[in-house]
């Protein structure tokens, strides 16, 4: 199924098509590791005297958060880990910069100690949108999956609204094949949010990867009725067909899924075996009206 494994005997006919099939899927692994990368954007966007609560840091931890901001957009994360460093000795109440820590750390491979400074926002502030997600995260890249599972937990019972806390913790289901767990969550973060398409996607997912393709598919349809673009739920759909031997209707949805770069080598794999066998059985029909007039 179009999921999270390499090894579904029915989808995956040889070592090619699983590396394929690998480089579609790592977007659905973003939550766990390269939202970190998203959050840049929203520090670098950071004013320079950072509110938490009804207390205004220090001008001077300001101004080393700021000059850290500035290193760490230029992937320069090791001194920007000292300037973070220096404005949270400064000022202790700069959460900011204790989250930025955590950022750093992150990105320099030390995903334990980055755990701990995200713990560490998280004792001042215990709903900390980005705390909460990147604590999980840090775990997780620190092999502590349990751990990761837990936090998510956490997490969603503090903040139960954020979406990407039950996709995070689906996605670590999903790894461990444990499909049934991982649509049980899935389906209270519809509950809260029935239009998200992220949840509706990794929903889909889990359910082509446990074999569900039909059900999987109507996913996809509502998913395309939202946006005809997304080439996730194209490739879904043309999974669906292609199993159902409805081969023209199936190309369709892998042409339209081709165009995007995350889904092309995937789509372009199964575009030439469709192709292939729709040759195959044209030539298997000349032969038997051949048979026929003899």
Known sequence: MFGLSSDYPDIVPNAHYANCFW???????KPLIRWISLTVTLLCTTAVLYAQGNQVVSPESGKEYNAGIKLFSEGKHAPALEHFTKAAQLDPKNVAAIFAQGLALSKLNRPKEAAE??????????????ALQALPAALYQAGEVEGALEAYDRGIEKTPKQMELYTGKAVILIRQK???????????AQKLDPKNVKILETTAYVLAESGRLKEAAELAEKILAVNRTNARAHVILGDNLRLSRKYSEALSHYQAASKNLETRAYAEHFIEVIKKQQEDEEIEREYELRQQKK
């Open 178 to 188: 444990k499909y049934g767990d991982a649509v049980q969550i899935l389906d209270k």
């Open 117 to 130: 400074r995200f713990t560490a926002v998280l004792k001042v502030d215990p709903v900390h949108a980005k």
């Open 23 to 29: 480089k579609v899927v790592t977007v659905l692994t």
